[in-house]
């Protein structure tokens, strides 16, 4: 667990770039989030439902809960009730089932599309194409995609050794964001999160456009398989 002063330390440096913390909780036990809520911190990911469903029980009702992970369409109804932010849409289906569980839950859910940015086959995530095909479907039935809001793009770097690998890969992904701005968000202010950078790699994130950063072991220590 993150010292408190070396907490205060990373939310200081994160504010001269205005970008938010998101503190990935995954694995780890709803103690080790109540501390770091108990030094300020508010916004949380998660990558899996249940565990997100359970640990919402637990603890108090002003945490955003941010769901990071692969969502499958089929339980998006569990965390539509509360979720602050999906992260990871990546088909227009799991964008379609959430809007319906928005309007089933009268609310209206913030989400990111996924880009695959990275080298490596596992990643998920929307292509060049896939992704002007997703916005193709929006803004076409975009009068019945009441409760959904798409409010920018999430993507991740490839892991590895290499920091002009991972610069590219974050800057190809931050000219992605711009150009998704600019052909289909242009009248929309509400179009502005890029969510990108992690524990080894955010400061190359912020560096090239990120405002929002996917932080887990860095805070909370590393994760046993
Ligand atoms: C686990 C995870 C993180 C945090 O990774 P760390 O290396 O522990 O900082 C960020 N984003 C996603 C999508 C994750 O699954």
Redesign the pocket.
Same mark, same amino acid.
């Given at each position: 667990m993150i010292a408190p002063e070396a907490y205060r330390q990373l939310i200081e440096q994160l504010n001269q770039t205005q970008t938010t913390l998101i503190a990935?909780s995954?694995l780890k036990p709803s103690g080790d989030i109540r501390r770091l809520y108990d030094l300020g911190q508010r916004d949380f990911?998660e %990558?899996y439902v249940q565990e997100m469903v359970e640990k919402h029980s637990q603890l108090p009702e002003d945490l955003n809960w941010h769901f990071?992970?692969h969502l499958q369409s089929n339980k998006v109804k569990y965390i539509a009730p509360f979720v602050h932010l999906i992260h990871g849409i990546d088909s227009f289906k799991l964008l379609a089932e959430v809007n319906k569980q928005g309007i089933k839950n009268n609310r209206i859910i913030d989400c990111l599309l996924q880009v695959y940015i990275a080298q490596e086959e596992t990643k998920f995530g929307l292509d060049e194409n896939e992704l002007m095909e997703l916005l193709e479907y929006y803004s076409a039935q975009k009068t019945t995609m009441t409760h959904v809001r798409i409010r920018g793009l999430m993507g *991740?770097a490839s892991f590895s050794e290499n920091p002009d690998l991972i610069r590219s890969e974050f800057k190809q992904l931050h000219t992605r964001f711009e150009w998704t701005r600019r052909s289909y968000f242009i009248d929309n202010p509400g179009f502005d999160i890029l969510s990108a950078g *992690?524990? %080894?790699d955010y400061q190359q994130a912020i560096e090239a456009g990120s405002n929002m950063v /996917?932080?887990?072991?860095?805070l909370f220590g590393n /994760?046993n398989q």
């Open positions: 990935v995954k990911g %990558n990071i992970g *991740m *992690m524990s %080894n /996917r932080i887990g072991s860095l /994760r």
